[in-house]
């Protein structure tokens, strides 16, 4: 009887892992026109990294991106380049 109160308490915090593991896949990737914060001026950062790929990709930067322009744009970027694609999925 204990053996199998035991194997009900893994399988049910196994279970709450899985639960919690696919909520957080869930919420790591969105879609950028559902941010709450992106219309708000690209960060630094995207600044940085879309002036890298568009270097290597021979297009203009327009530094006037919204947050969620320039992630579109980083994705689209990387794609022409191939630049920071996981090749391994």
Do not use: C, F
């Amino acid at each position: 009887m204990l053996y199998l109160i035991k194997k009900h308490n893994m399988e049910h915090k196994n279970n709450e892992t899985t639960e919690q593991n696919t909520e957080h896949k869930s919420n790591t990737v969105k879609n950028p026109d559902e941010w709450t914060t992106g219309a708000e001026p690209m960060t630094g950062a995207q600044q940085s990294y879309l002036k890298t790929l568009s270097d290597e990709a021979g297009e203009e930067l327009d530094e006037n991106l919204s947050k969620a322009e320039a992630s579109k744009r980083i994705d689209e970027l990387q794609h022409k380049t191939g630049r920071g694609l996981n090749t391994a999925q």
